[in-house]
Every structure is written in C-alpha cells, then in structure tokens.
C-alpha cells in the first residue's frame, strides 16, 4: 500500500507521473536576436540550399545572411547557443562563404548585419529583426539564380541592343498613367529595371491574388546572365519605383508607319523619298534611280518649299515620290540607320550655292525605290539591322 504524503510532488512521482518544471527564459535580448537572425539564414539554405554569398548579382538580402554568417563564424560564444538549430552545420568551416573585409565595418554596422540594433536609450526595448512589410517585400521578391541556358537568350538580348541603337526600338518610361497596365506585361517583352535589361521568357499560370486580382509567375531572364521567378504584380511594383524603369518597344510597337496614330504615342515626324528635277547631266541621265531620304519632324511640303535655292536639294525641285508617318521613334537615329544601309550607294555630287561655293549633299543615293520600301518594311519587322545595300546587286544582303 502506497502511503500518502502531503507532498504533492512525491505522490505523483510514486504514480509514475513525471513532473514537467516550467523553464523561464534566460536569454537576454540580444541573445534572442542573434537566434532570431541566424534562424532566417538557416530558413534561406532549407529553402535555397546552399548557404547564402557575397555579390552584387545576388539578392540583398542573402548578401546580408552572408555577412551576418561569416561573422558568427568568428564569434565563439554564440556557437553553443546556435548549435540546436545549426542543422546545416554552418558554423562550422564546413560551408565557406566568399570573405568579405568586415573588419572595415564599425560595432553599430556588424551589429545590424547580424540582426542586432545598436542599444537605445531605452535598453528594455526589443526590436523585430524585420518589419511586416519588409518581410512581404523580401517574399514579393525572388532571388535571382545563374540562368543555365542563357546562350539561348542571348541572341535576343545583343539583337534587342542593336535595335535601341539604330531606332528600330526605343524605351518609354514606365508610369502609371501610361496607360500600360500589368495584364499587359506578356512573354517576349523587354524592360529596363535596376540598370539590367530583362526578358519576359515565360509567364506561368494565372493564380488569384489575396486582393482578388489575378497574378502570374514570371520566368525573367537579366542580362548579366542571371534570372528570377518574379511576380508579374511584383515586376510592376519594382518598375514604378524605379526612376530609371522603362519598357522597350517593340520593333514594330504601334503604328510606326501606318498613318494612324493610337492615343498613347507621340508622333516623331516623317520619311520621306524624293526625285530630283535637276538638269545636271548626273542626275537627269539617272533621275529614276537617284533619291533623297530624309527625316523631318515637320510637314514635308513645307521642308522642299525652296528646294531650288538650297544645295541640300541640289538647288533645284523636288518630287515627293513617298512618305512614311512614324512614331515613338528617334528621328536622328532612324535617318542614321537608313543613311548607314545605302552607305555605299551614296551619291558623290558637287553642287554650287547661291554664292558659287560648291556642296557635296549627303542625303542622296543611288537606289531604286522599291528597294527603299523593303528597307522600310525591315525597319517594321525589326531585321534591318542585318542588312546592307549591295549597288552591285541591286538588292539587300544580310551580314554578319
């Protein structure tokens, strides 16, 4: 027979029940926040799987874990106090990370690295290691990672380049009242965001957001070889905020040559070819192959009103045999393209000016003109940049 004590604690011990003692926290605050800051380097490895690194193509905050990282490293008296939750040994040298010079940061910086606010006034007072909304921001953002195929990609990019350079493409500023919503983002499309040119590569199925708009996951290819599985509602936030965010056009983006205008763009002026009347030998004996190609911003009829008094039109009347309405283009860069196409059917003739000065007019070529209009119809489809003149042809070739 059990005999009963007034001790509670040995009667139930005599029961087999073992008594659970209520542990009190110990810890001090910075203690709990270098838990709380090594527990999140520890979610981004179970996540990422591999331990987080320096660089400046990586995503802030893993180059932050890297630096709070490397210096728990060094720092002895944390390491037991971690060791519960180190299930990826990292404190150990097993996982290197890229030294980076942390000596060269002062206690207050070292301290926000590892997640640790420097003392207030007020010592009782304990901080979140992150806000809420950094933390939905950090989620919101996801981490680029090394594309593995991005010899596809590429092409695309260099190609993109030389159109922005020759006026086949141009950016917009990418704003709110643009007109350019985000279900208009789509696969194929360029951005500029961050100083890094980005590629829509694919856009995953449409998922409904918490707000009852529809999102999507992005594939976004960046040009420094690297890629993220970004949020289409995310992309657009990043855009807005960016200053410097704009989209490319595309190389046919709008009615570049159609005569018609859409509500968002601007006009940048007018193509036009002309003939000559002049009586020059030169020119009267190939009057059907010599043309002027130029750019105006303004109307054409106003540009050749006194063709015969300037040497630009080889002093005498004009004939304007096409035009072509463009928009959202660079004037300069577009009659730069074109010129540098029949560079080497430029026609070399010395005309005098009203003051018997002879002028050698750049503007004139010796090209047929339905060669002119398959230029035009490249400059459309964005393949003109491939494409120079061969006189001895008489047609278009693609170089290299």
């Not at 300037?310 to 309405?325: C, H, K, N, S």
């Amino acid at each position: 027979m059990v005999e009963f004590t007034d001790d509670d604690d040995a009667l139930l011990a005599e029961l087999g029940v073992e008594v659970e003692t209520k542990k009190i926290s110990a810890l001090t605050p910075v203690q709990e926040r270098v838990i709380a800051g090594f527990e999140e380097i520890v979610r981004f490895v179970d996540e990422q799987g591999h331990s987080p690194e320096h660089g400046e193509e990586n995503d802030i905050f893993e180059r932050i874990y890297a630096v709070r990282l490397e210096r728990l490293r060094t720092m002895a008296e944390f390491h037991a106090l971690l060791a519960p939750i180190d299930r990826f040994d990292l404190l150990s040298a097993g996982g290197q990370v890229a030294p980076m010079a942390i000596d060269d940061l002062d206690d207050d910086a070292l301290l926000a690295e590892l997640g640790v606010e420097a003392a207030s006034p007020n010592v009782a007072e304990l901080r979140h290691v992150r806000s809420s909304a950094e933390k939905r921001a950090a989620e919101e953002i996801a981490n680029r990672e090394r594309c593995e195929d991005f010899e596809l990609f590429r092409p695309l990019f260099d190609q993109a380049k030389r159109e922005l350079e020759t006026g086949v493409r141009t950016t917009r500023p990418f704003v709110k009242d643009a007109g350019f919503l985000k279900a208009e983002i789509k696969e194929g499309q360029f951005f500029i965001l961050g100083g890094q040119t980005a590629y829509v590569a694919a856009v995953g199925e449409a998922i409904k957001a918490p707000n009852g708009e529809y999102d999507a996951r992005l594939r976004l290819i960046y040009s420094n070889g690297t890629e993220s599985n970004l949020l289409l509602r995310s992309l657009q936030r990043a855009l807005y905020k960016d200053e410097a965010g704009r989209r490319i056009t595309e190389p046919s983006a709008g009615p570049l040559f159609s005569g018609e205008r859409a509500e968002e763009d601007f006009a940048s002026g007018t193509i036009y070819v002309l003939r000559s009347r002049s009586e020059l030998p030169s020119i009267a004996e190939n009057r059907e192959l010599i043309h002027k190609i130029g750019v105006t911003s303004g109307d054409v009829k106003r540009r050749i009103a006194n063709a015969k008094l300037d040497p630009t039109f080889l002093m005498a009347d004009v004939e304007i045999l096409a035009t072509y309405e463009l928009y959202n283009i660079n004037r300069t860069k577009l009659e730069n393209l074109i010129h540098r196409v029949f560079d080497t059917a430029r026609l070399n003739v010395a005309v005098n000016d009203r003051l018997g000065i002879p002028i050698v007019p750049k503007e004139w070529f010796l090209v047929p003109l339905h060669i002119i209009d398959e230029v035009v119809d490249r400059i459309k489809d964005g393949t003109i940049s491939r494409y120079v003149y061969d006189p001895k042809k008489a047609s278009l070739i693609e170089v290299d």
